[in-house]
């Protein structure tokens, strides 16, 4: 039995490596062996579905392993299960689900769902750690038969399935026995060769190299219109589009945005769209910092807030390929957003009002002073992730800044070290002031309304901003099972951080990604092509137009 | 004991204790660069204080600094480098790896650079003060000059249509043949090993005209010509073996650039070698990997100096002094 699956499996390989050998010849037109070639420069060293946060190995995981369903926007469609309900309260989901059969010839059955939830929950407080939120009050799963699963949560709780959905389902005949015990194995597991039933199984992994998988004939579901995928790791980017534009890819993602008009001029689709990941100015809200405690003053905040150009940091750091920020829970994720939360008008002299108002005076220097020091503060910026464009946005702010007698001293380093700055010494919050970051919020607010919580303070925090009332609310929202009022909530907690701003979002930034001639069915997703949420990107990629 | 083997035991005492510095030194050297293994990794959507922790205690981060040490000692005495926090996978494979890419790479540009660039030294100090001369010095100085980066970009945006401009090997292709897989890891190496040959040649040659040049105002070489013996074998014989001390000191030093690989052409090229994994390992804090990379690449080129001490010893006996 197990030499005839080696056989199959061998059979396997070298019918999708002629496939992708042939990919590979600029001569051959590339998207007639429907072999979809991605580049990217996010890399991806390791398939262990529980301990990997990395984008690349997400998406590819997600092509391979069976889930409950895949988002679409703030939805989730069928994968795995086909119907789900709850009861009254929200507290208990029962999910109808397909069976299938396991790349290594096991059926696959709900049992394999209600182990793999029971697994994640079981170690929770270690190895799969990560995977806390997506299963957040889950009290038990149980597979009351082949096909049905039922979740119990501890307390209802809002979008229970696409929390859920994120989880990818693995095979309990595999897993058992590295969850025994403390399920210490569960994160030291390579899974170089997983045991999948997605639409595609693994050929090749070549750690921050190259993931080459092939479509699987056994899927329970409807076959994809790829034969294969490739996704290949650069590590820069003009490599990268070079490879685009001579036909050695049939994707890339993201565009460098300096490459876009060469990439157009060689005749390649470029997408540009609205994405999730944001910028932003980020206030120390430590009491423990003393050295400039007028950073917590509102006021000053506020006119912060006036003095930054998002128009022009959109325009010329972004190259256009951003829109000025507000909210946290960004205009992307629909609903989710408050639509009152906008960005400030960008006006020097309101600015200077404000602060002069606040009692910030100007000295006869220009510069303003408070408590007979002269304001000026060190901006900790992450350089390896903010990137040349942060820099550029950074310098536009201090340029203004001067105006309003403000002084900003960049502080670069790699993100590491900029964390370290910005929380320590010891979690302390004691000597940063002002940082510029970012991040990637999720399509539902839930995690990046998280970040401000107090218990964040020493886990996420970058502010150390604790506001009891707004932590009363982040509880009432994620209990909240109907989206109309779980939105008044939301909205709601946006309009407190619009008024204390922990954080001034100044852009949102596009996705920028493109793709060769004779593909069709680029959907443009707001978290990008490589999705950790959903397998809907390459699915509905189709070689021909 | 005679001041030969005084000199010996100096220069391999010197290598020891070089080597046990190192094991130190690279434990402690990262752990104290501010931020940790842990803050990057718990920044992700399931981050919390309680992920910190667990991760923490995972990797063992949550004992003593001296603790760690002392696990650490213990381990490498068992030969084991321990366990790359972001690929999962023991060190030593990972290492190993990333040196399988990174040496042929290297040692063909370095080969390239130590001949053409001795060479071309050996030309311009031959010619010293003639066209042929200001050409080389100038040539060498100016692309010795030009960044790294900047020969890279341009030899990817030369040839892109012709060669291979990223990764070690055509990851969508599976010949199965020793030949064709041989062939396709040349045609990768070759922009890669061009850039090292192209950014470092300059060096031999300005040290080689300098070496050659003053060994040739030396009286023997002025005998040598008188006596009408020719030129290739005046250079030949007396005035390249007397210069050749800071040349083959030079070469040793490159030993550091063959095992240690180069980030800026890895990275250029997408070059899964050794240089690459010590700059991802910095700034993913993935202790255990920039480690064991680093312990390794010291080494070899600990041993490499001290091969280069003892060759020199051979040629210009004078050196133990």
Known sequence: ?545 | MTSRSRYLLGKIGIAVFGIFATLTLNFFLFRVLPGDAISSMARVPGGSVELKEALMRQFGLDKPLWGQYLDYLVQLAQGNLGVSYSSLRPVTDEVLRALGNTVPMTLLGILIAILVGVTSGIIAAWKHDTAIDNVISNIATVIYSAPTQWIAIMLVLAFASYLPVSGASDPFAFANDIWSILADRVKHMILPSLTLALATFGQYTLVTRSAVLATLGEDYVSAAKAQGYPVSRVLAYQALPNALVPIVTLIALSAGTVIGGSVVVETAFSWPGIGRAMYDAIVQRDYPMLQGALLVVTIVVILVNLLADLVNMKLDPRIVE
């Open chain 1, 1 to 545: 039995m197990g030499y005839f699956n080696h056989i199959n499996r061998l059979r396997n390989i070298s019918a999708v490596a002629a496939v992708l050998a042939l990919g590979v010849s600029p001569a051959a037109a590339d998207a007639q062996n429907g072999v979809l070639r991605v580049g990217t420069s996010f890399s991806c060293s390791s398939l262990n579905p529980y301990t990997t946060t990395q984008s690349s190995c997400l998406a590819a995981l997600r092509l391979m392993y069976p889930s409950l369903g895949q988002a679409s926007g703030s939805e989730v469609l069928p994968d795995l299960a086909t119907s789900w309900s709850s009861d009254d309260k929200g507290a208990v989901w029962t999910f109808k689900l397909k069976t299938g059969q396991w790349s290594d010839g096991k059926p696959l059955t709900a049992k394999d769902a209600a182990f793999t939830f029971n697994m994640l929950l079981k170690h929770v407080n270690g190895p799969t750690a990560r995977r806390a939120r997506a299963i957040a009050n889950v009290e038990k799963a149980e597979a009351s038969d082949d096909q049905t699963l039922v979740i119990t949560f501890k307390q209802p709780t809002s979008n229970a399935v696409g929390r859920l959905a994120q989880i990818l389902i693995v095979p309990e005949h595999v897993w058992a026995p590295l969850a025994e015990g403390d399920g210490a194995k569960i994160a030291t597991f390579p899974n170089d060769e997983p045991v999948v039933a997605g639409p595609f199984k693994l050929s090749r992994f070549a750690a921050d190299q190259v993931i080459l998988l092939e479509a699987n004939g056994d899927y329970f579901g409807e076959a994809p219109a790829l034969k294969g995928v490739g996704i290949q790791f650069f590590t820069d980017s003009t490599s990268m589009v070079q490879a685009l534009i001579n036909k050695q890819l049939d994707l890339v993602t993201p565009l460098p945005v300096t490459s876009v008009e060469a990439a157009k001029k060689a005749g390649i689709t470029v997408a540009s769209y609205p994405g999730l990941r944001f910028h932003s100015w980020l206030f120390n809200s430590s009491e423990n910092q003393k050295a400039s405690p007028e950073i917590r003053d509102i006021k000053l905040r506020q006119a912060f807030a006036h003095a930054i150009d998002r128009k022009k940091i959109a325009e010329v750091a972004y190259l256009g390929f951003a829109t000025p920020g507000d909210s946290m829970v960004p205009k992307v994720t629909g609903d989710w957003s408050n639509p009152k939360v906008v960005p400030e008008k960008f006006d020097l002299d309101l600015a200077n009002k404000l602060l002069d108002e606040a009692g910030y005076a100007k000295g006869a220097d220009g510069w303003r002073t408070t408590n007979g020091r002269k304001m000026s503060y060190k901006v900790l910026i992450p350089t390896n992730v903010e990137g040349a464009e942060g820099l550029r946005a950074l310098e536009i702010v201090t340029a203004d800044f001067k105006q309003i007698g403000v002084e900003l001293v960049t502080e670069q380093s790699d993100n590491a070290t900029i964390a370290a700055a910005i929380t320590g010494p010891d979690n302390t919050f004691a000597d940063s002031t002002i940082a510029q970051w970012g991040w990637i919020p999720q399509m539902d607010p839930d995690f990046i309304l998280s970040v401000v919580l107090c218990s964040q303070i020493g886990g996420l925090s970058e502010t150390a901003y604790c506001n009891k009332d707004y932590d009363v609310l982040y509880d009432a929202q994620a209990k909240e099972v109907d989206p109309e009022k779980r939105k008044q909530t939301v909205w709601q907690m946006q309009e407190i951080l619009e008024r204390d701003r922990p954080y001034i979002v100044t852009v949102q930034q596009n996705n920028v990604e493109a793709y060769a001639p004779g593909w069709s069915g680029f959907i443009e997703n707001p978290i990008g092509f490589l999705d950790y949420t959903s397998n809907r990107p390459f699915m509905s990629m189709k070689p021909g137009n």
